[in-house]
């Protein structure tokens, strides 16, 4: 990899956003992972974009991946003796396909724990899809932990994942 930038995407970028995102639902799919197999939530990215929450990565100036970085600790995850306010989360992370196996989640993933740190906040953490061991897998190769996993009937996620960052 030679060179990973990592921006703020913008509003009129929604589409761009969505995109990588039915993407990574369509590449899940065709290997038999049930994760992401409904529309993208396009009035939760909206609303993000307009925060600036949502970022873009471009690897050699072309779009490698998304992600959404923020301070929401999902209640129905996260309790409070987790103290939710030590972290940054990251939500609807995406590789495009044109740059897997390129090292472009781990960079954004490393971006992401700098952000939190920058933050003074301790933790990054995520959720990810309770039946994605594979996707568990590599969040553990990329120093995350697992904290527990919590079984809700109307959720695919629930594996939750920390790394600290100082």
């Known amino acids: 990899m030679t060179d990973l930038r990592i921006r703020p995407a913008r509003a009129d970028e929604l589409d761009v956003v969505e995109g990588l995102l039915i993407e990574a639902s369509g590449w899940l799919a065709s290997r038999g992972i049930d994760q992401w197999q409904f529309p993208p939530h396009r009035d939760r990215i909206t609303r993000a974009l307009s925060r600036g929450e949502v970022f873009l990565a471009f690897l050699d100036n072309e779009l490698a991946g998304t992600l959404q970085l923020d301070e929401y600790a999902d209640p129905e995850f996260w309790e409070p003796e987790d103290e939710p306010e030590k972290a940054l989360y990251i939500h609807r992370m995406a590789v495009s396909r044109s740059a897997a ?37 590599y969040y553990a190769e990329q120093g995350f932990g697992l904290v527990r996993v919590v079984d809700l009937p109307h959720r695919g996620s629930g594996a939750l994942f920390q790394r600290r960052v100082f």
């Open 101 to 137: 196996g390129q090292g472009v989640g781990a960079k954004m993933l490393d971006w992401a724990a700098q952000r939190a740190a920058q933050s003074g906040r301790p933790l990054l953490r995520l959720d990810a899809w309770k039946t994605n061991s594979e996707l568990q897998r």
